[in-house]
């Protein structure tokens, strides 16, 4: 046995859960927490008792998607296997990840090359779940155009590109009924492909086009995608903003019966826009990319279709109370408790006369 290692338990996130208090971390479907077996025993839980998280109430663990530490309720997890944990050892502080560097422009494009939009990084934060300009075409397309036979299918629109600019200035004040639906998906198609960094950051295709290569169980796969674009590596800006479009996509194969538009679809449009780079690249098969990013609608589409349970109810987290002492006597004492209350008559002496 590695005396060097200490055992741990792992458990599987089952629901979303947002932390209510200071000392909680979030939680998503899927993410994969440590808890320590010393945890545990300090909470007066023995040996098996590991398995029942629902019974042992609040957990303290590592959340290894995010590398939070903190409480998570055990009713929202399920057992996943024990582990063999390294003990922390004094380091210094990691440096942080640099963002993917934006691709460097050939002369003679850079005449050609538009006005430089921000980085996903820099247009927007959490809770938002994607880029303001992004938000207000998606929900502009979905308002009038979900039944559309034409949806995405067609190019070309001057009103996309003059649509584009004014957004790029000042996307609050764009009057959105303006302009025809064609302008709309236009401008959003130019938008994703005049990002500084395509939306799948290059620093993981090779990960993303492997997973998709060798995991043939479309949703294993799927999982495994979610969770390389959800690496320490990359910004969590990316990973929502791609969320948030195949949540889209998923609204769109719900009126696929109108809209002739399927996974496989909107895959095949929007997978070059979405890799950008790599989908030009002759090294790599473009059906691959394809069936990454109709891999990630399907099992969305799966997931709301299937609509999972209600989350169960959290377990009684009890306030936190600091017991404090004045002149030696408990605070948390009733007052019927302290001995000086009775004076010289007994508590069994009153009730006797009462």
Known sequence: MDKMSADGYQ?????????????????????????????????GFGEGDEARPEEIGWLTGINET?????????????????????PPTPKPRPPRPLPVAPNPLRPEDADQQGPIIPDLMEQFSPPSPAPAVLLKLVEAIERTGLES???????????????????????????????????????LKL??????????????????????????????????????????????????????????????????????????????????????????????????????????????????QTAPAPAPALPPKPPKVTPVTNNGINSTMTLQDAEWYWGDISREEVNEKL
């Open 11 to 43: 458990y599987r996130a089952l629901y979303e859960y947002k932390k209510e208090r200071e000392e909680d971390i979030d939680l998503h479907s899927g993410d994969i927490l440590i808890v320590t077996k010393s945890t545990l025993l300090a909470l």
């Open 66 to 86: 995010t590398q939070e530490r903190g409480d998570f309720p055990g009713t929202y997890v399920e057992f996943y296997g024990r582990r063999k944990i390294s």
């Open 149 to 187: 036979a034409n949806l995405y299918r067609t190019s070309g629109s001057c009103g996309g590109a003059e649509l584009k600019q004014l957004l790029d200035y000042d996307a609050a004040s764009v009057d959105m009924e303006q302009f025809d639906l064609q302008s709309l998906t236009e401008a």
């Open 191 to 304: 938008y994703l492909q005049e990002l500084p960094n395509p939306v799948i950051p290059s620093s993981i295709h090779s990960d993303m086009v492997y997973i998709a290569q060798e995991v043939l169980n479309a949703e294993e796969c799927a999982q495994l995608l979610r969770r390389a674009i959800r690496s320490q590596n990359v910004p969590q800006q990316y990973w929502l903003t791609l969320h948030y479009l195949i949540k889209h996509f998923c609204k769109l194969c719900q009126n696929s019966g109108k809209n002739n538009l399927s996974a496989r679809t909107l895959a095949e449009i929007f997978s070059p826009l979405l890799f950008r780079q790599q989908a030009a690249s002759s090294d790599t098969n473009p059906e691959y990319l394809t069936k990454i990013v109709e891999v990630l609608i399907t099992s969305e589409c799966h997931e709301t």
